[in-house]
């Protein structure tokens, strides 16, 4: 989008409801841990700009514990002169989770390599856009295989049909078979969709 749009929109979601000059009540010396403060920004607004101090000098925001994002539609933007130092040992100053299925649900029908659909034997209640996981027992052996993985796949659902069975079709084909007799599941991930993180700079590193 055009610059002056851009900035209004960002100076309208910042950290805390703040524009973009000094970010007041939050500390820039890089001294204290400033993680939760982030994190609760862009949980709130998905568009978060980090400021640095008045003519770009640098502004330090000190992370003992990660950024993490954890929703979709994030647009995390520094500014030249902004920079994340550690405070302590965070780890990943920054890290991106979506999460895994926690439940499964049994195919009742095969789904083989290069389909687009899987069959249950009833409405698990996914809908068009959730994410899908497939997995199967079966060892994958098309390629080294050193930790014994099993077969996995992970597909957005484009189109739903039926009830009982309940079909759902994906836009990209299976990778691999996923068989009944393999003890093939599907369950419902939450992958993580439009995450930009632009101009990330770290110890004072672009």
């Known amino acids: 989008m055009p610059t002056d749009v851009f900035a209004r929109t960002i100076a309208n979601t910042t950290l805390k409801g703040l524009a973009t000059g000094p970010m007041l009540g939050l500390d820039r010396t890089g001294l204290t841990d400033q993680a939760s403060a982030m994190n609760a920004a862009i949980g709130a607004n998905g568009m ?31 500014q030249n002169g902004a920079v994340l130092l550690p405070n302590g040992d965070p780890g990943n100053m920054i890290e991106i989770n979506g999460s895994a299925p926690t439940s499964w649900v049994p195919l009742s029908a095969d789904a083989w390599t290069n389909a687009c659909v899987i069959t249950t034997a009833t409405d698990p209640g996914w809908q068009v856009g959730d994410w899908l996981e497939i997995r199967s027992n079966k ?42 007799v393999d003890g093939a599941v599907a369950g419902k991930a939450v992958i993580l969709e439009n995450i930009v993180i632009e101009n990330p700079q770290f110890n004072g590193e672009n």
């Open 139 to 180: 060892i994958i052996d098309s390629t080294p295989n050193t930790f014994g993985d099993a077969l996995g796949d992970c597909h957005k659902i484009a189109q739903k049909f039926g009830t009982g069975p309940c079909q759902f079709v994906f836009k990209q084909p299976l990778c691999d078979d996923f068989l009944v």
């Open 48 to 78: 978060v700009e980090i400021p640095a101090a008045a003519g770009n000098a640098s502004a330090h925001y000190g992370l003992a514990s990660r950024i993490n994002i954890t929703r979709s539609n994030v647009h995390l933007r520094f």
